[in-house]
């Protein structure tokens, strides 16, 4: 029988934060045999089912392998509900936290959104309930009002902005120099970085990731010590010692792209090891090692794993699929609210994307200019 496991969260209170307590589920692990017989189910249920499964990087390597093997996807929680709404698939499967079933759902509300688990959360949305947000955020109406991604479809509608790790930088930096005050929310560590790199004025909402919020800066210059010529690959969630420590601080698709594109061989990394299978196929014969959680005063809440994504697994996708049920429901007005700041994010971010193409392009033209006048 599968097993309960109770987690400690950061539980915040506006500017304040005490300590939740939740629970998750710790699927049993099935055998070869199982896992052969499994794959073969679900892959033919996806068939019957005209289904389409999309995986983020931080669930269990079968689930990330049958993604891709079934013409799904693996990917970041934004790229996973892009990816759906623009399969012809009328069914995604979620292999995720229920914030990333909600966000396909927003993009996609005609579409028949399953997860494995709908109780499988993250202590980001917990720790961020929408009543207190938007009570918050009425206390404060002179602030424009930017979420993580990492929230439930309930404080996105409460929301001017939505960002991921990936583009949150630059639509921060691009209010700020538009004089805009931000209230931010929920991680307190990711908005500090933003803030110490933007200058931006902004009220932090006091949540965190317990899975980055383990990840010990002492503890990882020790490690440094051991392997000096290893990069240091952090996720903006994580605590600022361990960030100042890094070569590459970025999104879960960025630190991908950092260990294919740096010269590297050996990198520590900071951020759920579910990555790591990842980055093992896009980087083959590099090397990956586990940045600390351990050390003076660690508690491992979660070992670097989340415990909400391990509860996806083989038995109990190939159940959903079966019976259909565990279907994401969003609030039709809810979810058209919810939709304004994503859409927001996503027009900004190809514009951004169109301006670096096109300063890369007057780069290129004004060397072979150079090139030219030397020649």
Excluded at 77 to 87: I, K, N, V
Excluded at 115 to 128: F, I, K, V, Y
Excluded at 216 to 222: F, Q, T, V, W
């Amino acid at each position: 029988m599968e097993a309960i496991k109770s987690v400690e969260y950061d539980r915040p209170r506006g500017l304040t934060c005490g300590v939740g307590e939740a629970w998750a589920r710790v699927p049993d692990a099935p055998s070869l045999e199982e896992k052969r017989a499994l794959k073969a189910r679900i892959r033919a249920l996806l068939k019957r089912e005209q289904a389409v499964l999309v995986a983020h990087y931080y669930v269990d390597a079968e689930l990330q392998e049958l993604a891709d093997e079934t013409g799904g996807c693996v990917a970041d929680s934004l790229e996973m509900a892009r990816f759906g709404r623009d399969h012809a698939a009328r069914t995604l499967v979620v292999a995720g936290v229920r914030f990333m079933g909600e966000t396909a759902k927003i993009l996609s509300p005609h579409k028949r959104i399953l997860m494995p688990d709908l109780d499988a959360t993250c202590s980001l949305d917990l720790g961020c309930p929408a009543d207190e947000f938007s009570a918050f955020c009425d206390a404060h109406p002179d602030r424009t009002v930017v979420v993580y991604a990492n929230t439930s479809a309930a404080v996105k509608a409460r929301a001017d902005w939505m960002v991921t790790s990936s583009i949150g930088l630059e639509i921060v930096a691009d209010l700020h120099a538009r004089g805009e005050k931000i209230l931010w929310a929920p991680d307190r560590h990711l908005g500090g970085y933003i803030q110490k790199k933007t200058g931006a004025d902004m009220l932090l909402w006091q949540g965190s990731c317990l899975v980055h919020d383990e990840f010990k800066g002492i503890e990882l210059d020790l490690l440094r010590e051991q392997y000096p010529n290893a990069k240091i690959l952090v996720h903006p969630e994580s605590p600022e010692g361990v960030v100042k420590l890094a070569d590459v601080v970025g999104s879960t698709t960025q630190l991908i792209d950092a260990a294919v594109r740096l010269d590297a061989t050996r990198f520590i990394v900071a951020t759920d090891l579910g990555i790591l299978h990842k980055m093992k196929l896009a980087a083959p014969g590099k090397t990956f090692i586990e940045a600390p959680t351990a050390g003076n005063s660690a508690t491992c809440k979660s070992c670097a794993h989340c415990p909400w994504m391990a509860m996806n697994g083989l038995a109990n996708l190939a159940d959903v699929l079966e019976r259909g049920h565990n279907e994401i429901r969003v609030d039709v007005a809810i979810g058209e609210r919810a939709r304004v700041p994503i859409d927001r994010m996503l027009d900004f971010a190809a514009r951004h994307k169109k301006r670096v193409q096109a300063s890369g392009d007057l780069a290129k033209d004004a060397s072979m200019f150079n090139n030219m006048g030397a020649a």
